[in-house]
């Protein structure tokens, strides 16, 4: 019989704040105006869950030379500017949380300002204050599952007594290799089968997590 769960770790950008679609289509119109022809599609498939590093190398690489060094600061001022007007909470989440009666935490490959200023705008900073974990501080990224082994054990379980809740394939990835089990947010997900193929219980309402738990 499997063991309860007694800890939920979530993924952020997509998992508690509707943010992709803000920051890949900021990357698209970058990286159009700096010569790089790409599309929404493009974006999604190679870019979401993966490090702002990862994204670099793959615009400069089509690009054929590096990129402005103030790339990363245009692309941040951009999206926080647009955070501040159009971020949403995902739909069900915050009817959701107040529902826990475990342990959870949020652990996002964005930077610890950016995941805190996500939360603040979206209303759910106050239930994450404490337990806010970021690739950043070990400066691994998704799909190492350094980050979800470390804020497991921060959060005092094993990886395996915990429920990781991640939308993109690399966020899967990282988290079936931490041994946690492992849903994937699909609502929007352009593919499903692969992130059931790395591991993933499909779902598509925040709400539905209540019943799992």
């Known amino acids: 019989m499997k063991e309860p ?18 920051a890949l289509s900021t990357l698209v119109d970058l990286a159009i105006s700096l010569g790089v022809d790409i599309d929404l599609e493009f974006a999604t498939q190679y870019f979401k869950g993966n490090s702002f590093k990862e994204v ?3 615009l400069e690489h089509f690009r054929k030379k ?17 955070f501040k007007k159009e971020l949403k909470p995902i739909k069900g989440i915050i009817d959701l949380i107040p529902q826990l009666k475990i342990p959870y935490a949020v652990v996002s490959s964005g930077p610890r300002n ?5 939360l603040e705008i979206t209303g759910l900073l106050t239930h994450f204050e404490d337990n806010i974990f970021s690739c950043y ?18 959060m005092g379980f094993d ?30 997900a352009h593919n499903k ?8 219980t499909l779902f598509y309402n925040m709400l539905d997590l209540s019943d799992v738990l």
Request: aromatic share 10%; hydrophobic share 45%.
């Open 159 to 188: 990886p395996k007594d915990c429920l990781i809740v991640e939308d993109s394939l690399m966020g899967v990835q990282a988290a079936v290799a931490s041994g946690a089990t492992v849903y994937a947010y699909a609502e929007h």
């Open 66 to 82: 590096p990129l402005p060094t103030n790339f990363e600061q245009t692309y941040r001022k951009i999206t926080f500017d647009r």
């Open 114 to 118: 950016k995941i805190r200023f996500n």
């Open 5 to 22: 769960i007694k800890c939920i770790l979530f993924d952020c950008d997509g998992v508690l704040v509707d943010s992709e679609p803000i």
């Open 193 to 200: 089968d692969a992130l059931q193929a790395a591991g993933a």
């Open 56 to 58: 670099i190398a793959i």
């Open 137 to 154: 501080d070990l400066q691994k990224w998704k799909p190492d599952p350094a980050v979800y082994i470390h804020a497991a054990k921060q």
